[in-house]
């Protein structure tokens, strides 16, 4: 595709509901990576994966939290149990290669716990 | 652990003004710097990319510059549009080797008509 897409753009999830957000990245692009924003602060890291096989997780907050990207191109970031402090802009970036290559994001997914 | 400053954190000025934003970086072991756009509610735009090798890379109005040994980066924006208005962020790779970019909080601008 012509960018990164992600889907919904908005959640609205009651607490305690399980949610999923997907990422198509940028055809051809091998590495993939998830960011959650806060309101006011840059994106930070949580996790990344170099075609199917995720290399890093180190990012994520809990066990509540779980990506996958089985095929090396869709990825899905999905929160189980989700709690207040989840609200956040979930941003899905990828890359030709990971390193010194030029990452590029997605609209991003806001999610709002109630 | 890599630590992206970003000064100011908002800045307005008027319209066809040039400005500087700057950005400062504790770990200079990086191998790029990129500037990103974001506007409110919207996901980040690649502004520049600039490799360890270079200097500073321009595109249009835009002109960022890279001093590694320093840990610092400015972008300059010249002639400034209200189309300008949004936040402006840096990211660096959170250490040597890594993939995972470290970001700033950002600088805000407003450009008044």
């Known amino acids: 595709g012509a960018g990164v897409s992600q889907s919904p753009r908005y959640k609205v999830a009651k607490r305690g509901q399980d949610v999923a957000l997907r990422c198509d990245p940028i055809s051809g692009h091998v590495s993939l990576f998830w960011y959650q924003q806060a309101l006011g602060q840059g994106p930070e890291f949580l996790t990344y994966f170099q075609n199917e096989a995720q290399l890093d997780k180190s990012g994520l907050p809990s066990d509540r939290f779980f990506a996958e990207r089985p095929e090396g191109s869709v990825s899905t970031l999905k929160i189980q149990r989700t709690q207040q402090e989840d609200s956040a802009v979930y941003l899905c970036?990828?890359?030709?290669?990971?390193?010194?290559?030029?990452?590029?994001f997605g609209q991003g997914t806001r999610l709002t716990v109630v | 652990k890599q630590e992206v400053t970003q000064i100011p954190a908002a800045l307005s000025v008027p319209e066809g003004e040039n400005l500087v934003l700057n950005c400062s970086f504790t770990d200079s072991a990086i191998y790029n710097l990129q500037w990103f756009r974001q506007d409110p509610g919207k996901g980040l735009t690649s502004l520049l990319l600039?490799?360890?090798?270079?200097r500073e890379q321009t595109s249009g109005r835009l002109n960022a510059s890279l001093d590694k040994s320093s840990g610092r980066s400015t972008l300059y924006i010249a002639a400034s549009q209200p189309g300008d208005s949004a936040t402006y962020l840096c990211?660096?790779?959170?250490?040597?080797?890594?993939?995972?970019?470290?970001f700033g909080k950002g600088t805000k601008l407003s450009v008044i008509p």
């Open positions: 600039i490799q360890s090798s270079q």
């Open positions: 990211a660096v790779p959170s250490g040597a080797g890594s993939y995972q970019l470290t």
């Open positions: 970036a990828s890359s030709l290669a990971a390193g010194s290559a030029e990452a590029f």
